[in-house]
């Protein structure tokens, strides 16, 4: 099975800060990797495909990059709303591996 | 646009058969552009993929959970629904249904979510 491993698992930023987000998968992968944003009580929401294809309506400040086996999220300028907890997904695959979540918390 | 909403039973026995029902309305579940999929979230961790079913009856299960995960799908209720056998505590839960496209293979909708707690 291919395992996603996401770091770090939690990351304390400020408002207006550039955060960067890894996801490296045990073995490549191409580009079948998806950002995923989650909130408290709240279903994930897909932000990103094709590991760098910005989902309709997701801002631009929101960025994905990488191919094989190393990805990268990146948020330009954090957000108040985005304060949230974000997954990596390996999809199109038999089985469908999200990485471990990276918790973006206040500074 | 799409909207899943999950239903079934809150609290389940351990060693019995949890069953959960996801209902589907602003699309049909017969079409062909879309697989159905299950995940769910233990308390305060993250996501795990369950498995998925496509129209003509070809499931995906997780190779972890293959051995107790069923995934059906009623064409004439528009639903489709998950049953896991002989559950213990650590099959305790949030379980969300979502959608993934055919094409996109990326988790496009997702139902809200139901807690699913495994206690005698």
């Known amino acids: 099975d291919i395992q996603m491993t996401q770091s770090p698992s939690t990351l304390s930023a400020s408002v207006g800060d550039r955060v960067t987000i890894t996801c490296r998968a045990s073995q490549s992968i191409s580009t079948w990797l998806a950002w995923y944003q989650q909130k408290p009580g709240k279903a994930p929401k897909l932000l990103i495909y094709k590991a760098s294809t910005l989902e309709s309506g997701v801002p631009s400040r929101f960025s994905g990059s990488g191919s094989g086996t190393e990805f990268t999220l990146t948020i330009s300028s954090l957000q108040p709303d985005d304060f949230a907890t974000y997954y990596c997904q390996h999809y199109k695959s038999f089985s469908e591996t999200f990485g471990q979540g990276t918790k973006v918390e206040t500074k | 646009q799409v909207q899943l909403q999950e239903s079934g039973p809150g609290l389940v026995k351990p060693s019995q058969t949890l069953s959960l029902t996801c209902t589907v309305s602003?699309?049909?579940?017969?079409?062909?552009?879309?697989?159905w999929n299950w995940i769910r979230q233990p308390a305060g961790k993250g996501l795990e993929w369950i498995g998925r079913i496509y129209i003509s009856g070809s499931t995906k299960y997780n190779p972890s959970l293959k051995s107790r995960v069923t995934i059906s799908v009623d064409t004439s209720r528009n639903q489709f629904s998950l049953k896991l056998s002989s559950v213990t505590a650590a099959d305790t839960a949030v379980y969300y249904c979502?959608?993934?496209?055919?094409?996109?293979?990326?988790?496009?909708?997702w139902g809200q979510g139901t807690l699913v707690t495994v206690s005698s």
């Open positions: 979502a959608l993934a496209g055919f094409w996109s293979g990326t988790l496009d909708y």
């Open positions: 602003g699309g049909s579940i017969s079409s062909d552009n879309y697989y």
